[in-house]
């Protein structure tokens, strides 16, 4: 890559000669350019910049963002993951270093745990409700053959007639 070789005159240790831009991050983490700029505006990407302003990545910016969308996933805040991210290997491998896990980050991960145990909880609630009341429902769909079509995804003029035919 021929972009390699400028970079390395100005970044020759920080990223081992390995260099991509963001729509080329973007493709292989399939994440979308506005999310990696919103990282860098989040303190989770730290991109270096060429002398056009392009934003120019180390190849290890794709473990790093595919750690970021897991943890993301996970429900974690981007303002919980920033406080950790920097203690994260540079691998698949997401564990926490004991080293790293301050109080201040256990007590982070503890609240977010609990955030997202209340969220399943409240939608446990909320399926379990709306499970009820179509417990009720079903008897009278069965006593209007109408309601119980539309329900099933027929339409009314499917249903059989005793009078069609005659």
């Known amino acids: 890559m021929q972009i390699s070789k400028v970079l390395e005159e100005f970044f020759p240790t920080e990223c081992g000669g390995d260099f991509i831009r963001i729509g080329e991050l973007a493709q292989r983490t399939q994440v979308p350019t506005r999310l990696l700029r919103y990282y860098e505006e989040q303190g989770l990407l730290s991109p270096m910049r060429a002398e056009n302003g392009y934003r120019i990545y180390c190849e290890t910016s794709v473990t790093r963002v595919q750690?970021?969308?897991g943890l993301l996933d996970a429900g974690l805040s981007t303002r919980t993951i920033r406080s950790f991210l920097p203690c994260l290997r540079q691998s698949d491998d997401s564990s926490l270093p004991p080293t790293c896990v301050t109080p201040e980050v256990a007590g982070a991960l503890q609240q977010e745990a609990e955030k997202i145990q209340k969220l399943i909880d409240s939608l446990t609630r909320s399926r379990d409700a709306l499970n009820a009341y179509l417990a009720t429902?079903?008897?009278?769909?069965?006593?209007?053959?109408?309601?119980?079509?539309?329900?099933?995804?027929?339409s009314q003029s499917s249903l059989a007639s005793p009078f069609r035919g005659r």
């Open 137 to 154: 429902l079903h008897p009278a769909l069965k006593s209007d053959p109408a309601r119980a079509a539309k329900r099933e995804g027929r």
């Open 67 to 69: 750690q970021i969308r």
